[in-house]
């Protein structure tokens, strides 16, 4: 079953705008990760929170994390058109094989 | 570096035949993971392999198979192909030292006709 649902499942921006997607999920987590896909194309890590963690910058991604909640965002500053993808949050709930489960989504539209 | 390398890239199938779809990585990574992204879906775990020798299984492992070849290798099998296997499948790779991080290969996009 999935664990994580992004929202929202679709978003339309122009270039320069922020975009934010949340991620809820439902049971304990060790961490989680924010990965891009591009159309047709394989997933790629964008950056990892630990649950002892709250806020991770990286680059123009800001990602925050509230256990409380059972919630994250991942928010993209002065986005490109090359910014247009998937995004996908994933939880692992520890453990030595790092097990992933996926939320389904954000499809993210960068307009020029 | 080639990273995570898949194949084939595409492949149809009549219902029944088999198949094996071939994983590579040349990370040195321990742990290996099959999954299959449906439309409007995550991903999800078909199976998976913590070290060299041993294999679990996933959220979705019924009508697969898999082999850890060897560190390098990880291959999945589908023995009687039907209709709702019709979908991309991912491999990835991870590290526990990277807490988890996986890297993933450009897809096999399968059809069962």
């Known amino acids: 079953s999935q664990q994580g649902e992004e929202d929202p499942q679709a978003l339309s921006i122009q270039e320069g705008e922020n975009a934010t997607m949340n991620c809820s999920y439902k049971?304990?987590?060790?961490?989680l990760q924010w990965y891009r896909q591009n159309s047709g194309r394989g997933l790629v890590h964008l950056i990892l929170?630990?649950?002892?963690?709250r806020e991770k910058h990286s680059g123009r991604l800001r990602v925050t994390l509230d256990t409380s909640k059972k919630s994250s965002s991942l928010l993209i500053t002065a986005s490109r058109a090359a910014d247009t993808a998937s995004y996908f949050c994933?939880?692992?709930?520890?453990?030595?094989?790092?097990?992933?489960?996926f939320g389904k989504g954000t499809l993210l539209t960068v307009n020029p | 570096n080639a990273g995570v390398t898949q194949t084939p890239k595409f492949q149809v199938l009549k219902t029944g035949q088999s198949m094996t779809l071939q994983c590579a990585q040349d990370?040195?990574?321990?742990?290996m993971y099959w999954y299959r992204q449906d439309p409007g879906m995550g991903l999800r775990l078909i199976y998976y392999?913590?070290?060299?020798?041993?294999?679990d299984k996933g959220e979705v492992p019924n009508g697969y198979n898999v082999s850890r070849l060897n560190k390098r290798e990880f291959s999945l099998r589908l023995e009687s192909a039907a209709p709702s296997q019709t979908s991309v499948y991912f491999c990835?790779?991870?590290?526990?030292?990277?807490?988890?991080?996986?890297?993933f290969g450009p897809g096999t996009r399968l059809t069962v006709l």
């Open positions: 929170i630990r649950s002892n963690e």
């Open positions: 994933a939880t692992d709930s520890g453990g030595s094989n790092y097990k992933l489960t």
């Open positions: 049971t304990s987590i060790n961490n």
């Open positions: 392999s913590a070290s060299e020798g041993t294999t």
């Open positions: 990835a790779s991870g590290l526990a030292a990277a807490m988890g991080t996986q890297y």
């Open positions: 990370m040195n990574h321990n742990s």
